[in-house]
């Protein structure tokens, strides 16, 4: 893997390439406090199995791409920013392939409804389609997914960033070692700050069903997703559809069940990649 820059409307994002340049372009976003760092695991994988990977670090997350005000934040943003910089990457001619985990997953699958002709496939982790959200909210099982988005209330908070960065990382369960890339980089007020203003500024808006292969993987001990809205994601997918539940993982899945994700993101890959 080798570090590289992207400019892309006007700013320049970092990432993490690997794999041959002349490969399918498969982009990974990665989630809340978190960075390229997060596919650590799944990349050099999906490489070998000849993808030009890039996982990027988003708006807010690399330096050069930090612009103020909370506008700036807005999902459609996060959703031009990656259509960009796979016009960048010599995506323009041919879908690419996406991959997402969390706000990644939320950007992801705005990007793939309202843009289904750039996307080839598409898998996402932990974060389900915005619509199957609003689904569950009008049933009985509306409580308990009313509750896992609690701490929305808090994120939303100018003055505590930092103490909401440091609980993400206290509840993670991973090892020091896995979140010390985090911690360097987003170790300033202004860097938690924007990748903060993402909760101030998200809503719900109409979306189209999502029409390419689709994988969506939802860890059971997640906390702010409920089982009903997880299997609602399929009420919003009319292209080939997969679900699968990971038993062990939490929020940090990728970085909790590494072995079981590489192989479902693999084998998505075999079966709908051409």
């Known amino acids: 893997m080798k570090r590289i820059q992207i400019k892309a409307r006007g700013f320049t994002f970092d990432a993490m390439e690997d794999g041959p340049e ?3 372009l498969l982009i990974l976003l990665h989630g809340t406090a978190r960075s390229s760092w997060e596919w650590h695991h799944q990349q050099p994988k999906l490489a070998e199995a000849g993808f030009r990977t890039v996982a990027l670090d988003m708006r807010g997350y690399s330096p050069g791409a930090r612009p103020e005000g909370k506008k700036a934040y ?3 943003e996060y959703v031009k920013d990656t259509l960009a910089i796979a016009e960048k990457l010599g995506g323009a001619d041919r879908p690419f392939h996406l991959m997402a985990i969390s706000i990644g997953s939320t950007t992801a699958w705005t990007l793939a409804s309202k843009y289904p002709k750039r996307v080839a496939t598409l898998a996402c982790l932990n974060q389900p389609h915005p619509l ?3 689904e569950v909210l009008s049933t009985l099982a509306a409580n ?3 509750d896992g988005y609690s701490y929305f209330a808090e994120f939303v908070k100018e003055d505590k960033e930092l103490e909401n960065f440091e609980g993400i990382f206290e509840r ?3 090892p020091e070692e896995e979140l010390a890339p ?3 980089l987003l170790n300033s007020k202004e860097a938690i700050h924007a990748v903060f203003n993402w909760y101030r500024v998200i809503k719900v808006r109409a979306l189209k069903p999502i029409v390419v292969p689709t994988l969506y993987i939802w860890p059971r001990n997640i906390g702010n997703v409920s089982l009903e809205t997880a299997e609602a994601v399929a009420h919003y997918v ?5 679900f699968e539940i990971l038993e062990k993982a939490r929020n940090y899945s990728l970085q909790m069940e590494p072995e079981k994700i590489t192989r479902l993101l693999l ?3 075999a079966e709908h990649a051409q």
């Open 132 to 134: 199957a959200i609003v």
């Open 172 to 174: 993670s369960g991973l």
């Open 144 to 146: 308990k997914q009313r």
């Open 182 to 184: 985090y911690r360097e």
């Open 238 to 242: 009319t292209g080939p559809y997969r």
């Open 74 to 76: 807005d999902v459609r």
């Open 267 to 269: 084998e998505h890959l």
């Open 22 to 24: 002349d490969g399918p």
